[in-house]
């Protein structure tokens, strides 16, 4: 069993930045690959960004190229994803996702609001 813990998120202005965290804790010798998606009000689970577990760099979904950067501190089984000029569109609640064939593990998601 994996578990993820997200933390991070939070109401901010058009423009912020936010750097969401996702911690796992049990077998993580298990994981793959960390992925964070996201959920808005009324619209299906979106995949916005992968890294896998060894590190390097990550595959992000176009919309959030360029602003949102995925990455790993090893020591602490931590999976940051740091979010950057946020827009009114990137509100909704974010969700890491564990590989760890043939399982995938979710976390309970932390909410990202951001207001014009």
């Known amino acids: 069993q994996v578990q993820l813990v997200e933390s991070g998120g939070g109401l901010v202005q058009a423009g912020d930045s936010l750097r969401l965290s996702c911690a796992a804790s049990g077998r993580t010798s298990s994981i793959s690959g960390i992925n964070w998606f996201r959920q808005a009000p009324g619209k299906e689970r979106e995949f916005v960004a992968a890294i896998s577990w060894s590190g390097g760099s990550g595959y992000y979904i176009d919309s959030v190229k360029g602003r949102f950067t995925i990455s790993k501190d090893n020591a602490k089984n931590t999976v940051f994803l740091q979010m950057n000029s946020l827009k009114r569109e990137d509100t909704a609640v974010y969700y890491c996702?564990?590989?760890?064939?043939?399982?995938?593990?979710w976390g309970q998601g932390t909410q990202v609001t951001v207001s014009s």
């Open positions: 996702q564990a590989e760890s064939s043939p399982s995938k593990y």
